[in-house]
């Protein structure tokens, strides 16, 4: 049971190139979730998902996109990258939502120069 | 995290106790988490306590809630520098206008210094 996967763990852009950022997760969970870390600001919700072909913005949603076709995925896009994108991203899976336990993977360290 | 609040850091002594506080905003939380992360990993559940409880304890780990005052305390006893960590607050908020849709929602996270 890998729990929830993150690829890659580190990544170098430049700006204005675009890349997906993968996330797995082989619990069955219906909710997954993408945040970004940064100093001082603690975990951000970019987007998230209550299950397959559901989506909907968090709180930083802006030059980001996201898409759900299989419980198992959620990758997270970034259109064009910007130097404010340099971050720590997180995927987080939940069994439902509600008063569950969330998962995480281990991160995908960004870079965007 | 505009809605769970935490102090950023808290520097203790080995073999102190440590005191890590939040305040969230949620009422209707069910459920309230302490999270830790460790350097470069992710995020692991510490421990949690269900609403309807005043404090929960757990080996050297005691979470005491004040539901009236929306705080919660992650006290941890005899730190260790195995200790040393960022202590996520987190809750679980509702995303969508009818309800449903939690998602968990964290604090900016406590860094934690246990020096010898």
């Known amino acids: 049971n890998a729990g929830v996967t993150q690829t890659p763990k580190f990544q170098v852009l430049k700006t204005g190139q675009s890349m997906t950022l993968q996330c797995a997760q082989d619990m069955n969970h219906e909710y997954m979730s993408w945040y970004r870390q940064d100093p001082g600001m603690g975990l951000r919700l970019i987007h998230y998902s209550v299950g397959a072909g559901i989506t909907d913005q968090g709180e930083v949603p802006n030059g980001y996109n996201v898409s759900r076709s299989t419980t198992e995925d959620f990758p997270l896009r970034l259109l064009s990258a910007a130097p404010s994108q340099t971050s720590v991203y997180f995927c987080?899976?939940?069994?439902?939502?509600?008063?569950?336990?969330?998962?995480f993977g281990q991160g995908t360290r960004l870079t965007v120069v | 995290g505009e809605d769970v609040e935490q102090s950023l850091f808290l520097s203790v002594r080995e073999g102190d106790s440590s005191v890590i506080n939040c305040t969230y905003t949620?009422?209707?939380?069910?459920?309230l988490y302490w999270y830790k992360q460790e350097p470069g990993a992710g995020l692991q559940l510490l421990t949690y306590i269900f609403s309807n409880m005043d404090m929960k304890q757990d080996q050297r780990l005691t979470v005491l809630l004040n539901k009236k005052d929306k705080h919660l305390s992650l006290r941890i006893a005899d730190t260790q520098t195995g200790d040393s960590a960022i202590y996520f607050c987190?809750?679980?908020?509702?995303?969508?206008?009818?309800?449903?849709?939690?998602?968990?929602?964290f604090g900016r996270g406590t860094s934690l210094i246990v020096h010898p």
């Open positions: 987080a899976s939940t069994l439902d939502g509600r008063d569950t336990e969330a998962f």
């Open positions: 987190a809750e679980s908020i509702s995303r969508s206008a009818s309800g449903g849709s939690y998602i968990p929602t």
């Open positions: 949620d009422s209707s939380s069910t459920y």
